[in-house]
């Protein structure tokens, strides 16, 4: 190709491109829109305005919107930052909040408060506590019990007694030594004992059906050691200690209570 030709070719590409430029092009997809700050028409893509662009025809005018902010005082932290007035027209959180942070933390309150709205308050018929449930649950004949621990002891204490012969025979020893007892007495929340004695004695008879499993023995072992702490002393006798003999086990709480 000769210089000539080369030069006639730039020249037709730039006629052809000030003919079909901008929405004269076959291509154009843009939109025609007035800056905020001048007024002046300029052309942008829908894509820009879609992210929050395509509000200003030059970076002179973003400029000049920028230098316009003002101060502002955070909801939350307290902290005093700088916001557009155009943002604080908007409303929601536009000049109230000074991070994203502070506004998640706005916005978990008006959940928690939308949360508590639309529970209602009931007493746990076990601890005697005060917690909220959802109205749906309390139709269902639910909602009684705080928790599924208040629940089960619930349960234990007013299901059918049947009293099993290992209680029965420190039932019978305690009579035997006039020792007076509470049988099956619920203590704090935390457990139901099998004897609660005078001096804050505890004494649990520990089946070998019942209290075989793991799971079960670091239960008890958590039972006793937030009971000790509470100011009681807790007797755990296994079933053949108490098959064995069940005076023993008694004149062994004796020997450490003198």
Not at 95 to 117: D, H, V
């Amino acid at each position: 190709m000769s210089i000539g030709n080369y030069i006639r070719t730039e020249e037709h590409r730039k006629k052809m491109s000030e003919l079909f430029k901008g929405e004269k092009s076959p291509k154009w997809k843009g939109m025609n829109k007035n800056c905020e700050i001048c007024g002046k028409k300029f052309h942008t893509m829908p894509s820009r305005i879609k992210k929050g662009g395509g509000r200003f025809c030059s970076k002179k005018c973003f400029g000049k919107w920028w230098s316009k902010k003002v101060e502002c005082k955070c909801l939350i932290c307290g902290n005093i930052f700088f916001a557009n007035p155009s943002r604080i027209k908007q409303g929601e959180n536009g000049g109230k909040f000074c991070s994203r942070k502070c506004s998640s933390i706005n916005t978990g309150k008006i959940n928690a408060q939308k949360y508590l709205k639309k529970r209602v308050k009931r007493i746990c018929k076990t601890c005697k506590k005060e917690f909220l449930v959802k109205p749906s649950i309390i139709k269902k004949n639910e909602g009684i019990f705080c928790s599924h621990k208040c629940s089960g002891l619930w349960v234990k204490k007013n299901m059918p007694n049947k009293e099993t012969s290992i209680e029965r025979a420190i039932g019978e020893s305690l009579k035997k030594y006039n020792i007076p007892y509470i049988k099956q007495c619920p203590i704090e929340n935390i457990t139901i004992a099998d004897f609660l004695l005078p001096d804050r004695i505890v004494i649990q008879c520990d089946g070998d059906y019942w209290h075989r499993s793991l799971k079960r023995k670091n239960k008890d072992i958590n039972q006793d050691f937030i009971l000790g702490f509470r100011g009681y002393r807790i007797f755990r006798f296994k079933e053949k200690e108490i098959n064995k003999s069940a005076d023993r086990c008694i004149l062994k709480i004796l020997k450490e209570k003198t």
